[in-house]
Protein backbone atom coordinates (compact mmCIF):
# COMPACT_ATOMS: atom_id res chain seq x y z
CA UNK A 1 0.00 0.00 0.00
CA UNK A 2 1.43 3.62 -0.58
CA UNK A 3 1.62 6.21 1.86
CA UNK A 4 1.41 9.74 0.59
CA UNK A 5 3.93 12.41 2.03
CA UNK A 6 2.74 14.67 4.82
CA UNK A 7 3.49 17.35 2.66
CA UNK A 8 1.88 16.74 -0.51
CA UNK A 9 -1.53 16.05 1.28
CA UNK A 10 -2.78 19.63 1.67
CA UNK A 11 -2.55 20.16 -1.81
CA UNK A 12 -4.07 17.01 -2.91
CA UNK A 13 -8.19 16.11 -3.65
CA UNK A 14 -9.85 13.90 -1.01
CA UNK A 15 -8.57 10.42 -0.96
CA UNK A 16 -10.97 7.55 -1.31
CA UNK A 17 -11.98 5.76 1.45
CA UNK A 18 -14.99 3.36 2.13
CA UNK A 19 -16.88 2.66 5.37
CA UNK A 20 -15.71 -1.05 6.54
CA UNK A 21 -17.63 -0.96 9.52
CA UNK A 22 -20.61 1.33 10.41
CA UNK A 23 -21.67 1.18 14.47
CA UNK A 24 -24.80 3.05 15.42
CA UNK A 25 -23.87 4.66 18.89
CA UNK A 26 -27.17 6.82 19.82
CA UNK A 27 -30.11 7.30 17.23
CA UNK A 28 -28.50 10.62 15.64
CA UNK A 29 -24.67 9.04 15.88
CA UNK A 30 -22.23 7.11 14.20
CA UNK A 31 -19.41 5.21 14.47
CA UNK A 32 -17.82 4.68 10.81
CA UNK A 33 -14.17 3.00 10.43
CA UNK A 34 -12.51 3.67 7.28
CA UNK A 35 -10.50 2.04 5.24
CA UNK A 36 -8.73 3.11 2.50
CA UNK A 37 -9.37 2.30 -1.50
CA UNK A 38 -6.26 2.60 -2.85
CA UNK A 39 -3.44 4.88 -1.42
CA UNK A 40 -3.74 5.47 2.17
CA UNK A 41 -3.02 8.84 4.38
CA UNK A 42 -0.38 9.85 6.26
CA UNK A 43 -0.92 7.86 9.75
CA UNK A 44 -3.10 10.42 12.18
CA UNK A 45 -2.55 10.84 16.12
CA UNK A 46 -5.10 11.03 18.26
CA UNK A 47 -6.93 14.36 18.53
CA UNK A 48 -6.13 15.22 14.79
CA UNK A 49 -8.83 15.74 12.59
CA UNK A 50 -9.93 14.56 9.33
CA UNK A 51 -12.42 16.82 6.29
CA UNK A 52 -14.53 13.83 5.26
CA UNK A 53 -16.45 14.48 2.04
CA UNK A 54 -19.78 13.29 1.43
CA UNK A 55 -19.87 13.28 -2.28
CA UNK A 56 -22.42 15.74 -3.54
CA UNK A 57 -22.87 17.33 0.09
CA UNK A 58 -19.72 18.70 1.31
CA UNK A 59 -17.54 17.82 3.43
CA UNK A 60 -16.91 19.11 7.13
CA UNK A 61 -13.67 18.36 9.72
CA UNK A 62 -13.98 14.92 12.34
CA UNK A 63 -12.04 14.00 14.70
CA UNK A 64 -10.31 10.38 14.69
CA UNK A 65 -12.14 8.15 16.96
CA UNK A 66 -10.48 5.46 16.81
CA UNK A 67 -6.37 4.59 15.17
CA UNK A 68 -5.88 1.28 13.33
CA UNK A 69 -3.00 0.89 10.58
CA UNK A 70 -4.02 2.30 7.24
CA UNK A 71 -7.89 2.30 9.01
CA UNK A 72 -9.25 4.91 11.29
CA UNK A 73 -12.50 5.48 12.86
CA UNK A 74 -15.20 8.82 13.07
CA UNK A 75 -17.93 9.54 15.56
CA UNK A 76 -20.20 11.74 13.79
CA UNK A 77 -23.27 13.28 15.28
CA UNK A 78 -26.18 14.68 12.72
CA UNK A 79 -26.61 18.36 13.33
CA UNK A 80 -27.04 19.33 9.46
CA UNK A 81 -26.29 17.70 6.12
CA UNK A 82 -23.47 16.95 5.92
CA UNK A 83 -23.41 14.95 9.21
CA UNK A 84 -26.78 13.74 8.45
CA UNK A 85 -25.34 11.98 4.91
CA UNK A 86 -22.06 10.54 6.85
CA UNK A 87 -24.25 9.19 9.83
CA UNK A 88 -26.27 7.08 7.40
CA UNK A 89 -23.96 5.81 5.48
CA UNK A 90 -24.03 2.19 5.11
CA UNK A 91 -20.96 0.06 5.29
CA UNK A 92 -19.15 -0.45 1.72
CA UNK A 93 -20.29 3.23 0.59
CA UNK A 94 -17.33 5.58 -0.20
CA UNK A 95 -16.18 9.25 1.31
CA UNK A 96 -13.34 11.46 0.36
CA UNK A 97 -10.97 12.40 3.12
CA UNK A 98 -8.19 15.07 3.47
CA UNK A 99 -5.55 14.79 6.23
CA UNK A 100 -4.52 14.46 9.14
CA UNK A 101 -4.79 17.79 10.26
CA UNK A 102 -4.08 20.02 13.52
CA UNK A 103 -2.24 19.45 16.33
CA UNK A 104 -3.34 16.59 18.43
CA UNK A 105 -3.12 15.47 22.36
CA UNK A 106 0.41 15.66 23.47
CA UNK A 107 0.66 12.61 25.41
CA UNK A 108 4.43 12.81 26.21
CA UNK A 109 3.35 16.09 28.93
CA UNK A 110 1.62 13.50 31.35
CA UNK A 111 4.36 10.98 31.27
CA UNK A 112 5.25 10.12 35.16
CA UNK A 113 1.72 12.00 36.03
CA UNK A 114 -1.79 10.91 36.86
CA UNK A 115 -3.90 11.42 33.59
CA UNK A 116 -7.46 13.29 33.74
CA UNK A 117 -9.66 12.82 30.64
CA UNK A 118 -12.40 15.37 31.12
CA UNK A 119 -15.55 14.67 28.10
CA UNK A 120 -18.96 16.15 27.66
CA UNK A 121 -21.09 14.52 24.98
CA UNK A 122 -19.08 13.91 22.14
CA UNK A 123 -16.00 15.43 23.03
CA UNK A 124 -15.55 11.67 23.87
CA UNK A 125 -14.75 10.94 20.29
CA UNK A 126 -11.08 12.72 20.28
CA UNK A 127 -9.77 11.22 23.22
CA UNK A 128 -10.95 7.63 22.72
CA UNK A 129 -7.56 7.68 21.09
CA UNK A 130 -5.92 9.13 23.82
CA UNK A 131 -7.22 6.74 26.38
CA UNK A 132 -6.19 3.73 24.24
CA UNK A 133 -2.76 5.05 23.76
CA UNK A 134 -2.27 5.52 27.51
CA UNK A 135 -4.10 2.28 28.58
CA UNK A 136 -1.19 0.70 26.15
CA UNK A 137 1.39 1.91 27.73
CA UNK A 138 0.54 2.22 31.39
CA UNK A 139 3.84 2.20 33.94
CA UNK A 140 4.62 5.28 31.96
CA UNK A 141 1.54 6.94 33.31
CA UNK A 142 -0.08 7.31 37.11
CA UNK A 143 -3.52 7.09 37.97
CA UNK A 144 -5.81 7.37 34.88
CA UNK A 145 -9.40 8.79 35.53
CA UNK A 146 -12.20 9.31 32.67
CA UNK A 147 -14.89 11.54 33.70
CA UNK A 148 -17.75 11.80 31.09
CA UNK A 149 -21.09 14.24 30.99
CA UNK A 150 -23.86 13.44 28.85
CA UNK A 151 -27.44 15.50 28.03
CA UNK A 152 -29.21 11.95 28.91
CA UNK A 153 -28.31 7.99 29.32
CA UNK A 154 -28.47 7.47 25.58
CA UNK A 155 -26.58 9.70 24.36
CA UNK A 156 -23.63 8.09 25.82
CA UNK A 157 -21.49 6.56 23.55
CA UNK A 158 -19.07 3.59 23.23
CA UNK A 159 -20.15 1.22 26.44
CA UNK A 160 -18.85 -1.43 26.30
CA UNK A 161 -15.17 0.20 25.23
CA UNK A 162 -16.02 2.04 28.63
CA UNK A 163 -16.35 -1.58 30.39
CA UNK A 164 -12.72 -2.24 28.81
CA UNK A 165 -11.82 1.07 30.03
CA UNK A 166 -12.72 -0.11 33.57
CA UNK A 167 -11.29 -3.68 33.55
CA UNK A 168 -7.99 -2.18 32.12
CA UNK A 169 -7.64 -0.16 35.41
CA UNK A 170 -9.17 3.03 34.67
CA UNK A 171 -11.79 5.64 37.25
CA UNK A 172 -14.40 5.56 34.40
CA UNK A 173 -16.92 7.91 36.46
CA UNK A 174 -20.21 8.99 34.08
CA UNK A 175 -22.95 11.57 35.05
CA UNK A 176 -25.99 12.79 32.67
CA UNK A 177 -28.32 15.88 32.77
CA UNK A 178 -31.52 14.64 32.55
CA UNK A 179 -31.56 10.82 34.16
CA UNK A 180 -33.95 8.58 32.86
CA UNK A 181 -36.03 5.75 35.06
CA UNK A 182 -32.99 3.34 34.62
CA UNK A 183 -30.21 5.72 35.18
CA UNK A 184 -28.08 4.27 38.71
CA UNK A 185 -25.07 7.04 37.88
CA UNK A 186 -24.56 10.69 38.28
CA UNK A 187 -26.76 13.64 37.75
CA UNK A 188 -25.55 17.35 36.71
CA UNK A 189 -22.49 18.17 35.36
CA UNK A 190 -19.08 16.71 34.97
CA UNK A 191 -16.90 19.00 37.16
CA UNK A 192 -19.54 17.36 40.07
CA UNK A 193 -17.03 14.34 39.18
CA UNK A 194 -14.18 15.51 39.98
CA UNK A 195 -14.10 15.19 43.99
CA UNK A 196 -14.39 11.45 43.29
CA UNK A 197 -11.62 11.07 40.64
CA UNK A 198 -8.45 9.93 42.14
CA UNK A 199 -5.82 11.92 41.13
CA UNK A 200 -3.28 14.47 42.58
CA UNK A 201 -4.28 17.95 40.17
CA UNK A 202 -0.64 19.29 41.46
CA UNK A 203 1.22 16.76 38.84
CA UNK A 204 -1.47 15.47 37.10
CA UNK A 205 -2.20 16.36 32.98
CA UNK A 206 -5.82 17.25 32.17
CA UNK A 207 -7.19 16.71 28.84
CA UNK A 208 -10.79 17.83 28.17
CA UNK A 209 -13.08 18.44 25.01
CA UNK A 210 -16.48 18.85 24.95
CA UNK A 211 -19.19 22.45 25.13
CA UNK A 212 -17.12 25.13 25.74
CA UNK A 213 -18.68 26.19 28.84
CA UNK A 214 -17.62 22.81 30.17
CA UNK A 215 -13.83 23.45 29.24
CA UNK A 216 -13.74 26.95 30.34
CA UNK A 217 -15.66 25.39 33.57
CA UNK A 218 -13.12 22.27 34.35
CA UNK A 219 -9.97 24.36 33.92
CA UNK A 220 -10.92 27.19 36.59
CA UNK A 221 -11.92 24.41 38.72
CA UNK A 222 -8.31 22.53 37.96
CA UNK A 223 -7.02 25.25 38.07
CA UNK A 224 -8.36 26.28 41.65
CA UNK A 225 -7.14 22.82 42.86
CA UNK A 226 -3.70 23.74 42.05
CA UNK A 227 -3.58 22.08 38.42
CA UNK A 228 -0.75 23.59 36.33
CA UNK A 229 -2.91 25.51 33.24
CA UNK A 230 -0.13 24.48 30.99
CA UNK A 231 -1.15 20.55 31.71
CA UNK A 232 -4.00 21.58 30.82
CA UNK A 233 -5.33 20.71 27.00
CA UNK A 234 -8.18 21.38 25.60
CA UNK A 235 -9.78 21.11 21.83
CA UNK A 236 -11.77 23.93 20.24
CA UNK A 237 -13.69 23.26 17.33
CA UNK A 238 -14.38 26.66 14.98
CA UNK A 239 -16.03 26.59 11.69
CA UNK A 240 -13.08 24.99 9.24
CA UNK A 241 -12.83 24.76 5.71
CA UNK A 242 -9.73 24.72 4.01
CA UNK A 243 -8.26 22.31 7.07
CA UNK A 244 -4.47 24.16 5.88
CA UNK A 245 -4.64 27.63 7.67
CA UNK A 246 -5.56 29.19 4.06
CA UNK A 247 -9.21 30.47 4.32
CA UNK A 248 -9.51 31.70 7.94
CA UNK A 249 -12.48 30.27 8.76
CA UNK A 250 -11.44 29.03 11.87
CA UNK A 251 -9.22 31.97 12.99
CA UNK A 252 -9.44 32.47 16.93
CA UNK A 253 -7.10 35.77 18.30
CA UNK A 254 -3.67 34.71 16.72
CA UNK A 255 -4.50 31.35 15.81
CA UNK A 256 -5.95 29.27 12.96
CA UNK A 257 -7.04 26.57 15.02
CA UNK A 258 -7.40 24.33 12.09
CA UNK A 259 -3.29 24.34 12.05
CA UNK A 260 -2.49 25.61 15.56
CA UNK A 261 -4.80 23.46 17.31
CA UNK A 262 -7.73 22.05 17.82
CA UNK A 263 -5.58 21.30 20.75
CA UNK A 264 -4.37 23.91 22.92
CA UNK A 265 -3.18 24.28 26.56
CA UNK A 266 -4.97 26.58 28.90
CA UNK A 267 -2.55 29.45 28.93
CA UNK A 268 -3.23 30.04 25.45
CA UNK A 269 -6.99 28.96 25.43
CA UNK A 270 -7.72 31.03 28.70
CA UNK A 271 -7.54 34.71 27.31
CA UNK A 272 -9.31 34.02 23.57
CA UNK A 273 -12.50 32.09 24.90
CA UNK A 274 -14.63 34.95 25.51
CA UNK A 275 -13.96 35.97 21.67
CA UNK A 276 -17.11 35.14 19.59
CA UNK A 277 -16.73 33.35 16.59
CA UNK A 278 -17.77 35.34 13.45
C1 LIG B 1 -11.65 20.13 14.61
C2 LIG B 1 -13.09 19.67 14.62
C3 LIG B 1 -13.39 18.36 14.92
C4 LIG B 1 -14.70 17.92 14.92
N1 LIG B 1 -14.95 16.62 15.21
C5 LIG B 1 -16.20 16.16 15.18
C6 LIG B 1 -16.48 14.80 15.43
O1 LIG B 1 -15.58 13.99 15.71
N2 LIG B 1 -17.77 14.38 15.35
C7 LIG B 1 -18.81 15.24 15.03
O2 LIG B 1 -19.96 14.81 14.95
N3 LIG B 1 -18.57 16.55 14.81
C8 LIG B 1 -17.31 17.02 14.85
N4 LIG B 1 -17.06 18.33 14.59
C9 LIG B 1 -18.20 19.21 14.27
C10 LIG B 1 -18.64 19.01 12.83
O3 LIG B 1 -17.60 19.40 11.97
C11 LIG B 1 -19.90 19.81 12.55
O4 LIG B 1 -20.98 19.23 13.25
C12 LIG B 1 -20.21 19.83 11.08
O5 LIG B 1 -19.29 20.68 10.42
C13 LIG B 1 -21.61 20.30 10.78
O6 LIG B 1 -21.80 20.33 9.38
P1 LIG B 1 -23.23 20.03 8.74
O7 LIG B 1 -23.16 20.36 7.29
O8 LIG B 1 -23.71 18.68 9.11
O9 LIG B 1 -24.17 21.06 9.47
P2 LIG B 1 -24.30 22.63 9.23
O10 LIG B 1 -25.52 22.84 8.37
O11 LIG B 1 -23.00 23.21 8.79
O12 LIG B 1 -24.58 23.11 10.70
C14 LIG B 1 -25.76 22.72 11.43
C15 LIG B 1 -25.71 23.37 12.81
O13 LIG B 1 -24.54 22.97 13.53
C16 LIG B 1 -23.75 24.11 13.88
N5 LIG B 1 -22.33 23.78 13.69
C17 LIG B 1 -21.69 23.56 12.52
N6 LIG B 1 -20.38 23.31 12.74
C18 LIG B 1 -20.19 23.37 14.07
C19 LIG B 1 -19.05 23.22 14.91
N7 LIG B 1 -17.82 22.97 14.45
N8 LIG B 1 -19.23 23.39 16.24
C20 LIG B 1 -20.44 23.66 16.74
N9 LIG B 1 -21.55 23.82 16.00
C21 LIG B 1 -21.44 23.68 14.68
C22 LIG B 1 -24.18 25.21 12.92
O14 LIG B 1 -23.98 26.49 13.48
C23 LIG B 1 -25.64 24.91 12.75
O15 LIG B 1 -26.41 25.41 13.82
C24 LIG B 1 -15.76 18.82 14.60
C25 LIG B 1 -15.47 20.14 14.30
C26 LIG B 1 -14.15 20.58 14.31
C27 LIG B 1 -13.85 22.00 13.98
Redesign the pocket.
Known sequence: MTVLAPEAVPARPPVPYRVAERTRETPD?STIVLEPLRAALPPFSPGQ?AMVYAFG??D??????RIEETRFA??????????????RLETGATVGVRGP??VGWDLSAAVGRDLLVVAGG?GL??LRPLITAALADPRLYGRLNVLIGARSPGDLCYGAERERWRAAGAGVLTTVDRPDDTWRGDVGVVTGLLNRAAFDPGQAAAFLCGPEVMMRATARELVRRGAAPERIQL??????HCGTGHCGH?QLGPLL??RD??VIDWTAAEPLLNVREL
Open positions: TFVGIPLSVSHTVRTVGAVSGRIHFGLAPSLERTMCLCGP
